[in-house]
Protein backbone atom coordinates (compact mmCIF):
# COMPACT_ATOMS: atom_id res chain seq x y z
CA UNK A 1 0.00 0.00 0.00
CA UNK A 2 2.68 2.51 0.63
CA UNK A 3 3.49 1.94 -3.02
CA UNK A 4 -0.23 3.31 -3.79
CA UNK A 5 -1.13 5.53 -1.24
CA UNK A 6 0.19 8.62 -2.50
CA UNK A 7 -1.79 8.13 -6.15
CA UNK A 8 -5.29 6.84 -4.34
CA UNK A 9 -5.94 11.18 -4.37
CA UNK A 10 -5.45 11.45 -7.49
CA UNK A 11 -7.30 8.41 -8.82
CA UNK A 12 -10.91 10.73 -8.78
CA UNK A 13 -9.48 13.23 -11.02
CA UNK A 14 -7.95 10.61 -13.19
CA UNK A 15 -11.53 8.68 -13.12
CA UNK A 16 -13.61 11.74 -14.12
CA UNK A 17 -11.42 12.15 -17.07
CA UNK A 18 -11.28 8.62 -18.44
CA UNK A 19 -14.73 8.22 -18.02
CA UNK A 20 -15.70 11.81 -19.46
CA UNK A 21 -13.13 11.01 -22.66
CA UNK A 22 -16.10 7.65 -22.75
CA UNK A 23 -19.11 9.43 -22.85
CA UNK A 24 -17.92 12.86 -24.36
CA UNK A 25 -15.63 10.98 -27.67
CA UNK A 26 -16.45 7.29 -27.61
CA UNK A 27 -20.31 7.40 -27.43
CA UNK A 28 -20.14 11.18 -28.55
CA UNK A 29 -22.62 12.74 -26.36
CA UNK A 30 -22.54 16.56 -25.93
CA UNK A 31 -21.67 17.84 -22.38
CA UNK A 32 -24.42 18.91 -20.47
CA UNK A 33 -25.33 18.81 -16.35
CA UNK A 34 -26.40 15.16 -16.90
CA UNK A 35 -23.67 13.61 -18.68
CA UNK A 36 -21.48 15.82 -16.36
CA UNK A 37 -23.15 14.28 -12.63
CA UNK A 38 -23.55 10.89 -14.07
CA UNK A 39 -19.67 11.40 -15.11
CA UNK A 40 -18.39 12.38 -11.43
CA UNK A 41 -21.10 9.97 -10.12
CA UNK A 42 -19.46 7.06 -11.73
CA UNK A 43 -15.86 8.14 -10.87
CA UNK A 44 -17.05 8.58 -6.68
CA UNK A 45 -18.71 4.84 -6.68
CA UNK A 46 -15.51 3.48 -8.51
CA UNK A 47 -12.55 5.22 -7.21
CA UNK A 48 -11.06 3.50 -3.69
CA UNK A 49 -11.69 4.27 -0.38
CA UNK A 50 -9.49 4.99 2.45
CA UNK A 51 -10.89 4.27 5.61
CA UNK A 52 -9.11 4.21 9.11
CA UNK A 53 -9.52 0.99 11.73
CA UNK A 54 -8.26 0.63 15.23
CA UNK A 55 -6.02 -2.07 16.05
CA UNK A 56 -3.84 -3.84 18.39
CA UNK A 57 -1.06 -2.03 17.06
CA UNK A 58 -2.56 1.63 17.05
CA UNK A 59 -5.02 3.16 14.31
CA UNK A 60 -4.29 1.39 10.82
CA UNK A 61 -5.08 2.42 7.02
CA UNK A 62 -6.71 0.52 4.55
CA UNK A 63 -7.79 1.10 0.79
CA UNK A 64 -10.93 -0.53 -0.37
CA UNK A 65 -12.29 -0.86 -3.86
CA UNK A 66 -16.01 -1.47 -4.65
CA UNK A 67 -15.70 -4.71 -6.64
CA UNK A 68 -12.56 -5.98 -5.04
CA UNK A 69 -12.80 -7.83 -2.28
CA UNK A 70 -9.04 -7.97 -0.81
CA UNK A 71 -8.30 -4.63 1.59
CA UNK A 72 -5.15 -3.26 0.98
CA UNK A 73 -3.36 -2.57 4.33
Do not use: C, D, H
Not at 22 to 45: C, D, Q, T
Request: charged content about 20%; aromatic content about 16%; overall charge positive.
Amino acid sequence: MRKLKPFVRLLFPVLILLIGFVIYKILGYEPSMYSILINIGLAFVLSPRIKKIQTENGIAEQIRWLFYKKIWK
